[in-house]
Nanobody, 124 residues
């Protein structure tokens, strides 16, 4: 069983930056791809970014490409999402997810473990 915890959410203004962190415990961390998803009120959960277990491969949603950067530190069992140039439409609950497979995926059903989520609110 893998336990996942996110942190770093908050209230910021448009154009600001925020860094989300995810810590995972249990399992072989470096063997697992990880991802960030988000869900805005009244909308379905959507893919944000993913990174392979080795950190060699990343993938971003078009809506965040060039603004967000996903990274991981396998020595510390942590993953981060650096969010720059935030927009009001980035407002959502952000979820960290772990996939019991090294390869990346943009599909939520491919992930096995999820955190509770952290709220990000961007005011205009």
């Amino acid at each position: 069983q893998v336990h996942v915890d996110e942190s770093g959410g908050g209230l910021v203004q448009a154009g600001d930056s925020l860094r989300l962190s995810c810590a995972a415990s249990g399992g072989t961390f470096s063997s697992y791809a990880m991802g960030w998803f988000r869900q805005a009120p009244g909308k379905e959960r959507e893919f944000v970014a993913t990174i392979s277990g080795s950190a060699r491969t990343t993938l971003y949603a078009d809506s965040v490409k060039g603004r967000f950067t996903i990274s991981r530190d396998n020595a510390k069992n942590t993953m981060s999402l650096q969010m720059n140039s935030l927009k009001p439409e980035d407002t959502a609950v952000y979820y960290c997810a772990v996939r019991r497979y090294n390869g990346i995926s943009r599909y939520s059903h491919d992930y096995n473990y999820w955190g509770q989520g952290t709220q990000v609110t961007v005011s205009s």
